[in-house]
């Protein structure tokens, strides 16, 4: 099973996250290239990870929209550098990365 990573220039520390999880491959989506727009969810993708800094909101809605359709977990992330657990939330993404 994957993950797809949509957005953010760095996104080792999710990569490391999800391996250390013990997660199969990480897809990663720049969000910068026109083609983005035309690409859709693989079919393997057991969640979505929306990187917030520098991702086209029409993309983000797309996926967004897509992985929902789906009913895949779509968890959105400030930055690609900032993974940290976060106590407060009950299912974030270091949570859900962790689970498995």
Same mark, same amino acid.
């Given at each position: 099973?994957?993950? /797809? ?30 083609? =983005? ?6 079919? =393997?993708?057991?969640?979505?990870? /929306? #990187? ?10 797309? #996926? ?23 106590? =407060?939330?009950?299912?974030? /993404?270091?949570?859900?990365? =962790?689970?498995?």
């Amino acid at each position: 099973m994957a993950i /797809l990573v949509v957005g953010g220039d760095s996104v080792s520390a999710i990569t490391e996250r999800a391996y250390a999880g013990g997660h199969g491959c990480v897809e990663h989506w720049s969000g910068r290239k026109t083609r =983005d727009l035309m690409r859709s969810i693989p079919k =393997d993708t057991e969640a979505v990870v /929306l #990187v917030l800094d520098r991702v086209n909101h029409t993309l983000a809605r797309k #996926v967004r929209t897509e992985a929902s359709r789906r009913g895949l977990p779509v968890f959105f992330q400030k930055r690609g550098r900032q993974v940290r657990a976060a106590g =407060d939330r009950p299912l974030d /993404l270091m949570h859900w990365l =962790d689970r498995k």
